[in-house]
């Protein structure tokens, strides 16, 4: 079973679209982090959050930290074929001696 | 600055032969962790090492795998008498230190591919 659960696993859309994914878990996490990996490459550190209820914003990205520090979301808006990827949140165990990741979503953004 | 390097970026192997696996970390960090993905996965932690000390391999099996980090030189991952089930991505990321603000650096991984 996974610790961290990510919906939707795929998500194929328009350019100029929103979108929304999700990252949960039953566990409480210090920190959450959301990566994006293209194919052939390693992850890519887009943002951590922190604190409860905590919302970043990264150009056209916002990120949100759940109140109860158990889920995150990303929200992408009017989204662009250089989006596409695939998204994965990881959180760290309390002594950041390992990080869970997430299943990941896969974007497709069509021109 | 370079960034995390591994290699060999792609790497086939026979089974019952060895596999190892390079990476060197970013400049200054010390502390450098191993993952494995599947295709169309997440990653799955594997090995959480710092320089010449092995401080979490909860996610590594017991047998064929080992991993070391020498005082010089890379970080190495060494898998024995590899199976068809080994084949995977490797990835290895680098920190300077433990904790939320300080990020993963990750490497563009290795393939490995078992006949």
């Known amino acids: 079973t996974q610790l961290l659960e990510q919906s939707p696993q795929f998500l194929s859309i328009q350019e100029g679209e929103n979108l929304t994914v999700y990252c949960n878990s039953s566990s409480v996490f210090s920190s959450l982090q959301w990566y994006r990996q293209e194919p052939g490459e390693g992850p890519v550190l887009l943002v951590t959050v922190v604190t409860g209820g905590e919302v970043k914003k990264l150009k056209r990205l916002t990120f949100q930290f759940g109140d109860a520090r158990k889920d995150s979301s990303l929200h992408i808006t009017a989204a662009q074929p250089g989006d596409t990827g695939l998204y994965l949140c990881a959180g760290p165990q309390y002594n950041f001696n390992k990080f869970y990741f997430g299943s990941g979503t896969k974007l497709n953004v069509k021109p | 600055n370079a960034g995390v390097m591994q290699n060999p970026r792609h790497l086939v192997r026979r089974r019952g032969q060895e596999a190892r696996l390079r990476c060197s970390p970013m400049k200054g960090h010390s502390h450098v962790y191993w993952y494995r993905q599947l295709p169309e996965e997440g990653l799955k932690f594997m090995v959480y090492?710092?320089?010449?000390?092995?401080?979490?391999e909860s996610g590594m099996p017991k047998e064929r795998f080992s991993a070391e980090f020498p005082k010089e030189g890379p970080s190495i991952l060494r898998i024995q008498q590899v199976v068809r089930g080994d084949s995977a991505a490797y990835f290895c990321a680098s920190s300077p230190n433990r904790g939320y603000n300080q990020p993963q650096h990750f490497g563009d991984g290795t393939r490995l591919s078992i006949l």
């Open positions: 090492l710092q320089k010449e000390n092995i401080i979490d």
